[in-house]
């Protein structure tokens, strides 16, 4: 499978790749928070680190470590704007639950 981003997300990334011509793409994955276990982190890539998966859209990398790959693959991330308010989004095909803020999920049976 892989990780993709929609068109709207996918602009925005190529934005801040534009304004940072360092970064290597985008790196995403997941650290244990919130009250779930689980939540979707994603920043610029400065590094490519062994074990990494790299999927490529339109000419944006997208850098998952190993450990997050089996949690995060088939995620489509998409950005979204409500009021003044800016944010990716993540459909991730293997969370089974989130939490009730939104912050983290979990995976496996509920």
Same mark, same amino acid.
């Given at each position: 499978? +892989?990780?993709?981003? *929609?068109?709207? +997300?996918?602009?925005?990334?190529?934005? /801040?790749?534009?304004? !940072?011509? *360092?970064?290597?793409?985008?790196? /995403?994955? %997941?650290?244990?928070? $919130?009250?779930?276990?689980?939540?979707?982190? +994603? !920043?610029?890539?400065? !590094?490519?680190? =062994?074990? !990494? #998966?790299? /999927?490529?859209?339109?000419?944006?990398?997208?850098?998952?470590?190993?450990?997050?790959?089996?949690? %995060?693959?088939?995620?489509?991330?998409?950005?979204?704007?409500?009021?003044?308010? =800016?944010?990716?989004?993540?459909?991730?095909?293997? #969370?089974? +639950? =989130?939490?009730?803020?939104? =912050?983290? /999920?979990?995976?496996?049976? $509920?």
């Amino acid at each position: 499978m +892989a990780v993709t981003l *929609t068109p709207v +997300a996918l602009d925005r990334v190529q934005r /801040f790749l534009q304004r !940072d011509p *360092t970064a290597l793409g985008l790196r /995403f994955g %997941v650290e244990r928070t $919130g009250c779930s276990g689980w939540g979707h982190v +994603a !920043d610029l890539a400065r !590094d490519r680190r =062994e074990g !990494d #998966a790299v /999927f490529e859209q339109d000419g944006v990398r997208i850098f998952v470590d190993a450990q997050s790959l089996p949690l %995060v693959d088939g995620t489509r991330i998409d950005f979204t704007r409500q009021g003044l308010s =800016e944010t990716f989004v993540f459909d991730n095909p293997n #969370a089974s +639950a =989130e939490c009730g803020c939104g =912050e983290s /999920f979990t995976t496996g049976p $509920g």
